[in-house]
């Protein structure tokens, strides 16, 4: 089929995963108040540590012929 055009480039879709650690910053009265507004809300991040774990293709990768 050598009058075939491509259409669009292959391209191949990819997951990456992270491991992050962060330290987070809460103003609050108590310990259980601040844990309720960390999961509802969020709070200050200070810092944020990130390592890429993988990498692994979804689809659209070329086969080898």
């Known amino acids: 089929m050598s009058n075939v ?3 669009k ?3 191949p879709t990819k997951v990456f995963s ?6 987070v910053h809460i103003i ?8 309720t507004q960390l999961d509802e809300k969020g ?3 200070t810092k944020r ?3 890429l774990l993988n990498t ?7 086969e080898n012929k």
Not at 18 to 23: A, G, I, N
Not at 28 to 35: T, V
Not at 56 to 62: A, D
């Open 5 to 7: 055009t491509k259409i």
């Open 9 to 11: 480039e292959e391209k």
């Open 18 to 23: 992270f491991e992050v650690v962060m330290l």
């Open 28 to 35: 609050g009265d108590n310990e259980s108040e601040a844990k």
């Open 43 to 45: 709070g200050i991040v």
């Open 49 to 51: 540590d990130v390592k």
């Open 56 to 62: 692994e293709v979804l689809y659209g990768e070329k």
